[in-house]
């Protein structure tokens, strides 16, 4: 019998190595128009290039665990606003916004995650008009 930490952690490296094959635009795995946001707990960090990219454990409508591939822009991009490999960590229950996968796909591209204590970080610096609130 498989350990489920085990089957997700091998789901998650079967999903990065499809993804690591081709690097493709945003607009082919996202929709710009579709925006939403999913809570979870941290099961896999994948802090590497094209994309880092976070493995979420969500409980859908049905109660059902479901696993969820939020994306964010290259570890060089997000080091540049103040991201490490410890930002989001495995273990952490998060709420992520953002942009949604094309065709119901559990994906979401990360616009702003809000952890349990309240603190807010989002993958790009903020706007002039965002500093002054």
């Given amino acids: 019998m498989i350990h489920r930490g085990t089957a997700l952690s091998a789901l998650a490296a079967l999903m990065y190595a499809h993804a690591s094959l081709a690097h493709h635009s945003f607009a082919a795995e996202f929709d710009y128009d579709l925006t939403g946001s999913i809570e979870g707990k941290v099961v896999e960090v994948l802090y590497v290039n094209p994309h880092a990219r976070y493995f979420l454990e969500v409980t859908d409508e049905s109660g059902n665990t479901v696993l969820w591939d939020a994306q964010s822009r290259s570890p060089s991009a997000?080091?540049?606003?103040g991201w490490t490999r410890d930002t989001i960590k495995a273990g952490e229950t998060i709420v992520i916004e953002g942009n949604l996968g094309h065709d119901n796909a559990r994906k979401i591209w990360?616009?702003?995650?809000?952890?349990?204590?309240g603190?807010?970080?989002?993958?790009?610096e903020a706007a002039p008009e965002e500093d002054q609130r």
């Fill in 78 to 81: 997000l080091q540049r606003v």
């Fill in 119 to 124: 603190a807010v970080i989002r993958p790009v």
């Fill in 110 to 117: 990360i616009r702003e995650v809000t952890f349990s204590s």
